[in-house]
């Protein structure tokens, strides 16, 4: 079967984009004939009810791999749901077009059966106004699982001939049509064989919602999160289709609160003999078997919770704060794909239930880190706040340092946001064997915490970064204050010890350097396509060719000028070429010195001035064919930064 996956995405494309839409129009009604058809239990529905429709092939024996479009009229119907069905599933991306009224399924059976009439997929509407309401599938497409030897001595799929059925016609009333019968798309000989009849929502009677919704806020008050979950099954039972906008929003504020009740749920005991905290079984078990149905209740009405799935645990500010957890209580935790969430003063680690062990207990240790007095060999950090994190697994009794893999934990550490020197803060880890601090540049600042994925166990810090070069003092504030942010940021340094050098033009290697390390673009080798002008070995060789690939620069086709002087116009054009910018630009409001600049920097410079990235320079100048200078450079670097 590996060859079927290997075929299977260039055998989807090629039916896609090569088979001709007549390769299939052929087909006749004869019986036998392979149809792809729609399926309703009723023939009538009333204004705001779900409308269940199943996409059945009949006579299909053996069909592998199908894709085809789905037309309904999107004034009559809404479409909440589109998914496979039985062995089929979603191979490439179910494209649902509210608008247009479609929806694109390409759908592949991972199972072996061969089921001659499968149900492949079910869609779920919302009747949204009265009036008959066509359903028609078009465009139907197919292979089987035979494979042949094709003209090009490639192994392929045999294309399978299917027909789409004729259009189902659904009359919507304002009031339920007491006795409903069921309907199919027309497919003429072919006999219908019976199906599991799926109950329409309109047969059961849907609650008062406001009064549901105020009965399960009353739940949630009396503190009885399990009562809450049994309420809202059943109150989610006739879907959501009859909410209103409003009454969505309240419902999810009311699940949130009731996920949030779940994960403070889990009941912690000491155990004095190893001076750690243990979980409560029983409460942990109901716990996770409570958030996994939250879940699954939220994902299957496309309702959003605030979190994931998670327990928390909050830890004392002791000198040693563990948790040791089971293998047992692992084992559950990954089964549910539930982590567990340590809490402190200083911050709080996510940890996956990937990195607990399943044969042995694993030890959870989370301390406030102290003042790094003893590790302070840069004068230029300053100790804020952090955590230390260790992971091992208990081994005859003794801690064994555990290795994690990257993504299994993520840190928050949190700091005093109403510092006046937040933009100077940053986060480091302490590298024991080069015993230095390293700043870990993927922490995202946000509100007086940094969040970050932990590599590796350790000591993670906040720091106060500060460069204090003696040539700043005199330049304009707004300078000052990115200066600060982007050496703290270990963007751009300084040219000296003590120096910076505001006033010094910049070059154009110097600003894509610090332009390619703000986006995160690796280094590229030089090769056949590189600017002639570009050493191999030059310090800002890969940071070039890293920008000519991503359409930064372009030079003049052949060479890039360098250790040339940036002009403004160029910048502009280098910032709006990195992809970030996304307001319109102003065709009216213009620069007084507009004539002078380039035409082929025109739309760049004002993209980025309604961008916020560039302003004139006294009487609304620009001077675009000026040089650029360090200061000028940091603060609209900044500037990008913080529009990200």
């Given at each position: 079967?590996?060859?079927?996956?290997?075929i299977?995405p260039?055998?989807i494309?090629?039916?896609?984009?090569?088979?001709p839409?007549?390769a299939?129009?052929?087909n006749?009604?004869?019986?036998?004939?392979?149809s792809?058809?729609?399926?309703?239990?009723?023939?009538q529905?009333?204004?705001?009810?779900?409308?269940t429709?199943?996409?059945?092939?009949?006579?299909?024996?053996?069909?592998?791999?199908v894709?085809?479009?789905?037309?309904?009229?999107?004034?009559k119907l809404?479409?909440?749901?589109?998914?496979?069905q039985?062995?089929?599933?979603?191979?490439?991306g179910i494209?649902i077009?509210q608008?247009e009224g479609?929806?694109?399924?390409?759908?592949l059976r991972?199972?072996?059966s061969?089921?001659?009439?499968p149900?492949?997929?079910?869609?779920?509407?919302?009747?949204?106004s009265?009036?008959?309401a066509?359903?028609?599938?078009?465009?139907?497409?197919?292979v089987?699982?035979?494979?042949y030897?094709?003209?090009?001595g490639?192994?392929?799929?045999?294309e399978l001939?299917i027909?789409?059925?004729?259009?189902?016609t659904i009359?919507i009333?304002?009031?339920?049509?007491?006795?409903?019968?069921?309907?199919?798309?027309?497919?003429p000989s072919?006999?219908?064989?019976p199906?599991?009849?799926?109950p329409?929502p309109?047969?059961?009677?849907?609650?008062?919602?406001?009064?549901?919704?105020?009965e399960?806020e009353k739940?949630?008050?009396?503190d009885?999160?399990a009562?809450?979950?049994?309420q809202?099954?059943?109150?989610?039972?006739?879907?959501?289709?009859?909410?209103?906008?409003?009454?969505?929003?309240q419902?999810?504020?009311?699940?949130?609160e009731?996920q949030?009740k779940?994960?403070n749920?889990?009941?912690?005991?000491?155990?004095?003999?190893?001076g750690?905290i243990?979980?409560?079984?029983?409460?942990?078990?109901?716990?996770?078997q409570?958030?996994?149905?939250?879940?699954?209740l939220?994902?299957s009405?496309?309702?959003?919770?605030?979190?994931?799935?998670?327990?928390?645990?909050?830890l004392t500010d002791?000198?040693?704060?563990d948790?040791?957890?089971s293998?047992?209580?692992?084992?559950?935790l990954e089964?549910?794909k539930?982590?567990?969430?340590?809490?402190?003063?200083?911050?709080?680690a996510?940890?996956s239930p990937?990195a607990?062990?399943?044969?042995?207990?694993?030890?959870l240790q989370?301390?406030a880190?102290?003042e790094?007095?003893?590790r302070?060999?840069?004068?230029?950090?300053?100790?804020?706040?952090?955590l230390h994190?260790?992971?091992?697994?208990?081994?005859?009794?003794?801690?064994?340092a555990a290795?994690i893999?990257?993504?299994?934990?993520q840190?928050?550490?949190?700091y005093?946001a109403?510092g006046p020197k937040?933009?100077?803060?940053g986060?480091?880890?302490?590298?024991?064997?080069?015993?230095s601090?390293e700043?870990?540049?993927?922490?995202?600042?946000?509100?007086g915490?940094f969040?970050?994925?932990?590599g590796?166990?350790g000591?993670?810090?906040?720091?106060?970064f500060s460069?204090?070069?003696?040539?700043t003092e005199n330049?304009y504030?707004?300078?000052?204050?990115a200066?600060?942010?982007?050496?703290?940021?270990h963007y751009?340094n300084?040219?000296g010890?003590?120096?910076?050098?505001?006033?010094?033009n910049?070059?154009r290697a110097?600003?894509v350097?610090?332009?390619?390390?703000i986006?995160?673009l690796?280094?590229?080798?030089?090769g056949t396509?590189s600017?002639?002008?570009?050493?191999?070995?030059?310090?800002y060789?890969?940071?070039?060719n890293?920008?000519?690939?991503a359409?930064?620069?372009?030079g003049?086709?052949?060479d890039?000028n360098?250790n040339?002087?940036l002009?403004?116009e160029e910048m502009?054009?280098m910032?709006?070429?990195s992809?970030l910018l996304?307001?319109?630009a102003?065709?009216?409001?213009?620069f007084s010195?507009?004539?002078?600049?380039?035409d082929?920097?025109?739309?760049a410079?004002?993209?980025?001035?309604?961008?916020?990235?560039i302003?004139g320079?006294?009487n609304?100048?620009?001077l675009?064919?000026?040089n650029a200078?360090?200061?000028d450079?940091a603060?609209?670097l900044?500037?990008l930064?913080e529009?990200?």
């Amino acid at each position: 079967m590996n060859y079927k996956r290997l075929i299977m995405p260039v055998l989807i494309l090629s039916l896609i984009f090569c088979t001709p839409m007549y390769a299939f129009a052929a087909n006749d009604s004869s019986a036998g004939t392979a149809s792809l058809r729609l399926e309703y239990n009723g023939n009538q529905a009333a204004q705001g009810d779900g409308v269940t429709v199943h996409v059945v092939a009949r006579d299909a024996a053996d069909l592998y791999g199908v894709q085809f479009q789905v037309k309904y009229d999107a004034s009559k119907l809404e479409l909440k749901n589109a998914n496979p069905q039985g062995d089929y599933k979603d191979f490439g991306g179910i494209r649902i077009n509210q608008t247009e009224g479609t929806v694109l399924l390409p759908l592949l059976r991972s199972g072996a059966s061969v089921t001659n009439s499968p149900t492949v997929a079910k869609l779920d509407f919302v009747a949204r106004s009265t009036g008959n309401a066509d359903i028609s599938i078009e465009g139907v497409k197919a292979v089987t699982s035979e494979s042949y030897i094709n003209a090009n001595g490639y192994k392929d799929l045999k294309e399978l001939a299917i027909a789409a059925g004729g259009a189902l016609t659904i009359r919507i009333a304002s009031e339920p049509d007491p006795s409903p019968t069921p309907s199919v798309s027309p497919t003429p000989s072919v006999s219908p064989s019976p199906q599991n009849p799926t109950p329409s929502p309109s047969a059961t009677a849907a609650p008062n919602v406001q009064q549901a919704l105020q009965e399960l806020e009353k739940n949630l008050a009396s503190d009885n999160p399990a009562q809450a979950l049994t309420q809202l099954t059943t109150l989610l039972a006739n879907g959501t289709g009859k909410y209103s906008s409003a009454e969505i929003k309240q419902l999810e504020k009311l699940m949130g609160e009731l996920q949030q009740k779940l994960q403070n749920n889990v009941k912690t005991t000491a155990d004095s003999a190893t001076g750690s905290i243990t979980l409560d079984q029983d409460s942990l078990t109901k716990s996770v078997q409570a958030l996994v149905k939250l879940s699954e209740l939220a994902a299957s009405h496309k309702l959003n919770l605030p979190s994931g799935k998670e327990i928390l645990i909050r830890l004392t500010d002791s000198a040693v704060s563990d948790l040791l957890v089971s293998s047992e209580q692992a084992k559950l935790l990954e089964d549910g794909k539930v982590s567990l969430v340590l809490e402190n003063a200083q911050g709080a680690a996510l940890i996956s239930p990937d990195a607990l062990s399943n044969d042995k207990q694993t030890l959870l240790q989370l301390t406030a880190a102290e003042e790094q007095s003893e590790r302070q060999a840069d004068k230029r950090l300053k100790f804020v706040s952090g955590l230390h994190l260790q992971i091992s697994t208990m081994e005859d009794g003794e801690a064994v340092a555990a290795n994690i893999a990257t993504g299994q934990v993520q840190l928050k550490v949190t700091y005093d946001a109403a510092g006046p020197k937040a933009h100077k803060l940053g986060v480091y880890v302490w590298n024991e064997s080069a015993a230095s601090w390293e700043y870990v540049r993927e922490a995202k600042q946000n509100d007086g915490q940094f969040e970050l994925a932990a590599g590796e166990p350790g000591i993670y810090a906040v720091m106060e970064f500060s460069a204090n070069f003696k040539d700043t003092e005199n330049v304009y504030a707004e300078a000052q204050h990115a200066i600060e942010a982007l050496s703290a940021k270990h963007y751009m340094n300084g040219t000296g010890e003590e120096e910076f050098s505001p006033g010094k033009n910049i070059s154009r290697a110097e600003f894509v350097a610090l332009l390619v390390r703000i986006l995160g673009l690796g280094s590229v080798l030089s090769g056949t396509d590189s600017f002639k002008d570009v050493d191999a070995d030059a310090w800002y060789a890969g940071e070039v060719n890293a920008a000519q690939k991503a359409g930064i620069v372009e030079g003049d086709g052949v060479d890039f000028n360098p250790n040339g002087k940036l002009t403004r116009e160029e910048m502009a054009v280098m910032l709006v070429n990195s992809g970030l910018l996304k307001a319109a630009a102003s065709t009216t409001d213009k620069f007084s010195d507009d004539d002078s600049i380039s035409d082929w920097a025109k739309d760049a410079i004002y993209l980025a001035r309604a961008n916020g990235l560039i302003n004139g320079v006294g009487n609304n100048n620009l001077l675009p064919k000026s040089n650029a200078n360090r200061a000028d450079v940091a603060v609209i670097l900044l500037r990008l930064i913080e529009h990200r």
